[in-house]
């Protein structure tokens, strides 16, 4: 007997031209598996400096808060999410497939002129930030017969306003792993002659948090990927680790990847291997 169909989840990089705006498109498709039990229809996310659009192509997608009414924790077909400062979990009430484009909150900055700070850790509805050409995208997105569609959809669009973008701002291209460096490079060299303070406020208005938050993240991040085979296959001394990371010990690590994750780094192993709702841990690179 064939084995049943899993969920489909896939993280995919953008064209090489984009790889300085959007981070990464993130599909996740439960709707050809069987039903999900209400355990693993939750879905667990990291603080993360990424902003996203999501689009809910099929199902529904609810904000995991107790004591909300419907109408407050459904989430819109379209949905904007700024960086986020603390883990986040959603819940899907039946199968659902969503489709995900995670922008560098300072090339959405370049491309539309929003300050990321006021949207930290919100949820907005596209039409509150974005002009006419960027909800006939949305709509066409939401209209698109498949995702392989839908990401040429949304790299079409981009790549000229990104191009006119990185030549009319201080936004440059470079390696994506340096972004969080080239951030601060950039701010102090528009902010020359001026002080530390006034180039923290630009850094914010750019990624929507504090240059120390954003270096804490990336070297988690950074961390993770090179240890997540170790992590998942058990083979690993959480004290090795946060030496090889730069923590000033294994209680500085465990401290911070409880801040990022919600767990300790020996729950978020065990929940990587065993539960479903830690998806996106699995596929991250």
Known sequence: MPAAPTPLTRLIAPR???????????????????????????????????????????????????????????????????PRSYPLVSYNPGPVHSFVVMLYPAALHALTGV????????????????????LALSDAVLAAPDDAVRIGLVEAFLAPRWQAARKGSDVSAGAV??????????????????SARHIERRIKAWAGQPMRTLRRMRRAEQLFLDERG????????????AASGGYADQ??????TREITGLSPTELARAMK????????????
Do not use: K
């Open 115 to 134: 300050s990321m700070d006021a949207l930290l850790d919100q949820f907005r509805p596209l039409d509150a930030l974005f002009d006419a050409d960027w």
């Open 177 to 194: 792993q340096d972004w969080v460096r080239r951030l601060g490079v950039q701010a102090a060299s528009t902010g020359l002659a001026r």
């Open 251 to 256: 209680a500085h690590f465990c401290r911070e």
């Open 230 to 241: 170790a992590i998942l296959q058990g083979r690993v001394s959480w004290s090795d680790i």
């Open 16 to 82: 090489t031209a984009l790889a300085s705006c959007v981070r990464a498109f993130l599909v996740r498709d439960t709707t050809r598996c069987a039903p999900l039990p209400p355990a693993q229809r939750l879905n667990r996310f990291p603080a993360a400096p990424m902003c996203s659009i999501i689009w809910t192509v099929a199902g529904d997608v609810e904000a995991a808060a107790p004591g909300l009414s419907l109408p407050d924790v459904r989430m819109p077909p379209a949905l904007f999410g700024g």
């Open 274 to 285: 065993e539960d479903e709702s830690y998806w996106i841990y699995r596929i991250w690179t």
